[in-house]
């Protein structure tokens, strides 16, 4: 479960978080404090970089387009379950 850094309640679902990306603050559900993704969820897109760079480089444009789907994928996974919440005050 995605917890908030204030109330430690849910602050969101997973799905939301995932999209969520770093620099955005969003309202958590429980206690409508502003809450944002920590700023290590930037490695979180790397597998959608790499992906990307498969695509760019590979012979096979069918093999190119599943790289980048599975690095959007992963980046999603990493995004929801790896990157903590933390207070937003900005
Ligand atoms: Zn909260």
Redesign the pocket.
């Known amino acids: 479960m995605v917890k ?6 849910a ?1 969101m679902s997973p799905l939301r978080k995932s999209a969520l990306g770093p620099g955005r603050a969003v309202n ?6 502003l ?1 944002s993704a920590h700023w290590s969820g930037i490695f979180a897109a790397i597998p959608a970089f790499l992906g990307g760079f498969v695509f760019m480089k590979s012979e096979s444009r069918l093999l190119g387009i599943a790289a980048i789907v599975a690095g959007l994928v992963l980046m999603g996974l990493l995004h929801t379950y790896l990157v903590p919440l933390v207070r937003s005050d900005a």
């Open positions: 908030c850094p204030y109330c430690s309640r602050a958590c559900q429980s206690c409508g404090k809450v």
